[in-house]
């Protein structure tokens, strides 16, 4: 079993999930310092061996192996793209087994002292959070997002790469945000709900709506 860490030591990190999604948080881990990556388990035993920007892929056995040699802490590697299930579940699976679910906050994100982040979020390379802002478990904040003060994001919404939240805006459970897509202040996109890239919202989302354009109306 690994010896306690001593102040200043980076703590061993598993991720769960050896996608797309999971380079950008190695990046961001490897930018941070305060981790250091033992590997990425998927479920699929044939990827066993492979790696991912040099981390090794590791079979799904591997999970509870790793937490009886001491690892304690875990990231969700996955992404998802309008549907949030597959994070979610990957989420709520390394709670069931005990993991800590650190934020992964990439060492260029701007992060105001008054925000408040859940377990699990992902807040990747120069994204903003501002000011009160409160951001639910699980949640994404990807590259270049911006997300001004006194937005909620609850848990499992992802505000993709280049999104920007004016301020007040509250994202629902499980909700996208696409990417370059524009919020105007204290609008309610709701749980559920897609916004296409691009698109400029100036009005309440309802839950599971579809919307895209500029102004965003229903997808057809």
């Known amino acids: 079993m690994p010896a306690a860490p001593v102040p200043g030591d980076t ?26 990556v ?3 388990v998927d479920d699929d035993p044939e990827r066993a061996g492979a790696d991912v920007l040099g981390f090794p892929v590791l079979g799904p056995e591997s999970l509870e192996r790793l937490q009886a040699d001491g690892v304690a ?17 990957v989420f709520e699976r390394l709670g069931r087994a005990g993991f800590e679910l650190p934020p992964i906050v990439h060492a260029s994100a701007v992060v105001s002292p008054s925000a408040r982040l859940g377990r699990g ?3 990747l390379a120069a994204a903003v959070v501002n000011a009160s802002v409160e951001v639910g478990d699980d949640v994404i904040v990807n590259t270049g997002a ?16 280049g999104a920007r939240l004016a301020g007040g805006v509250t994202v629902g459970e499980g909700a996208h945000v696409g990417i370059g897509a524009v919020v105007i202040e ?10 296409a890239a691009g698109a400029v919202v100036v009005r309440d989302v309802p839950d599971g709506a579809r919307v895209a354009g500029v102004p965003a109306r229903p997808m057809t």
Do not use: Y
């Open 186 to 195: 204290d609008v309610r996109i709701g749980a559920g709900a897609l916004v």
């Open 73 to 89: 802490h875990a990231f969700a590697g996955v992404g998802g793209i309008g549907d949030a299930s597959g994070r979610r579940t």
């Open 121 to 123: 979020v992902h807040l």
């Open 146 to 161: 911006i997300v001004e003060h006194d937005c909620r994001l609850a848990p499992h919404a992802h505000v993709a790469p």
């Open 11 to 36: 703590l061993p990190i598993v991720g769960l999930g050896a996608g797309a999604h999971a380079k950008s948080l190695l990046e961001a881990i490897r930018s941070a310092g305060r981790f250091e």
């Open 38 to 40: 033992v590997g990425l």
